[in-house]
């Protein structure tokens, strides 16, 4: 079965540092992974894509990796700020299914403190 | 930039009322989505249309119908809300033309059925 599971669920940092958010997915062949950010009570915005031939997308502080031979993504996020206080969403599209299929992990949780 | 907009941000409806919710895109996508999303459970496709007229069932459809008249308008009808539709819905659109396929979301509308 096609899965994304990602960790740690929920994380506190305090403002300034960095951290990384995992995602480990069953999904193959796979077209691209993305990671998205949704604030509390908004929709997911976009941070990165990477097709299956990437491995590594950055976005400002934030880079993600990816490793398909292990079937792992992370996002590093670099000194962290107040407004990184959100959840980080990892999402594979398998190859061949149209392009409608989508398979979202559940997130992790993540508290910046000052 | 594309935008994707949802009729309301928050709504409450009693036990058996027929809700409608509506998501309109200005980008002339193709692909429309709805989706819910609940604590734990990650972002699950209700329906999603790939064009005019057309829908497709997606993981949780049971409970809900879709209505797309118009390329940008995509509408969610619960027809009798219950309880257990208490959520957070989300729609997005993308297109096939698009790199990877990317989707972007609206601002979600928060439903709570008394």
């Known amino acids: 079965k096609n899965q994304v599971e990602q960790s740690p669920q929920s994380l506190i940092i305090l403002e300034g540092k960095n951290c990384t958010l995992q995602c480990n997915y069953t999904v193959s062949p796979f077209s691209n992974l993305r990671w998205y950010k949704q604030d509390t009570g908004r929709g997911p915005v976009s941070l990165t894509i990477?097709?299956?031939?990437?491995n590594t997308k950055s976005n400002g502080r934030y880079t993600a990796t990816l490793d398909a031979d292990t079937k792992q993504s992370s996002l590093h996020i670099t000194a962290s700020q107040l407004s990184d206080s959100a959840s980080y969403i990892c999402?594979?599209?398998?190859?061949?299914?149209?392009?409608?299929?989508?398979?979202f992990g559940t997130g992790t949780r993540l508290k910046v403190l000052a | 930039d594309v935008k994707v907009t949802q009729s309301s941000r928050y709504l409450v409806k009693r036990t058996g009322e027929k809700v409608f919710l509506e998501c309109v895109q200005d980008m002339d996508h193709e692909n429309m989505f709805w989706y819910r999303q609940d604590p734990g459970l990650g972002l699950r496709l209700i329906y999603f249309?790939?064009?005019?007229?057309?829908?497709e069932k997606g993981d949780i459809p049971e409970g809900y119908s879709v209505s797309r008249e118009k390329k940008e308008r995509f509408s969610l009808i619960l027809e009798s809300a219950s309880t257990n539709q208490t959520s957070m819905y989300l729609c997005a659109s993308s297109s096939p033309g698009l790199v990877s396929y990317e989707q972007y979301f609206g601002p979600g509308t928060r439903l709570t059925v008394t």
């Open positions: 249309s790939y064009d005019v007229k057309m829908k």
């Open positions: 999402v594979v599209s398998p190859r061949g299914e149209g392009t409608y299929k989508y398979i």
């Open positions: 990477m097709t299956f031939s990437e």
